[in-house]
């Protein structure tokens, strides 16, 4: 089975810039199609971006042209590089594998995640 682990989210001002990390295990992690969530205090998880095992992205509209989300295969990696972060992306951030199929989260548990505060 698939295991993620979260990492790198902190408290952050309005304007600054966060690096999360996603490690995968196994060793064909380059096959996955890999999605970073988030998830807010009374809301909804939120599938903010995308990356498919051939490098393709895609983002959520709230995110678009702030976050990169990128993949380090030969370390299991999945990122999320975000830039000019605003109160409102303060969130639990959370990595999973995603069906090439139905874009579905594949893992059944969410993990811990990485809290991302952005407060003045």
């Known amino acids: 089975q698939v295991q993620v682990v979260e990492s790198g989210g902190g408290l952050v001002q309005p304007g600054g810039s966060l690096r999360l990390s996603c490690l995968a295990s196994g060793s064909i992690f380059s096959i996955y199609r890999m999605g970073w969530y988030r998830q807010a205090p009374g809301k909804q998880r939120e599938l903010v971006a995308v990356?498919?095992?051939?490098?393709?992205?895609n983002y959520a509209d709230s995110v678009k042209g702030r976050f990169t989300i990128s993949r380090d295969n030969a370390k299991n990696t999945v990122y999320l590089q975000m830039n000019s972060l605003k109160p409102e992306d303060t969130a639990a951030y959370y990595c999973?594998?995603?069906?090439?199929?139905?874009?579905?989260?594949?893992?059944?548990?969410w993990g811990q995640g990485t809290q991302v505060t952005v407060s003045s």
């Open positions: 990356i498919t095992s051939g490098g393709s992205t």
């Open positions: 999973n594998v995603l069906s090439s199929n139905t874009g579905e989260r594949v893992l059944g548990s």
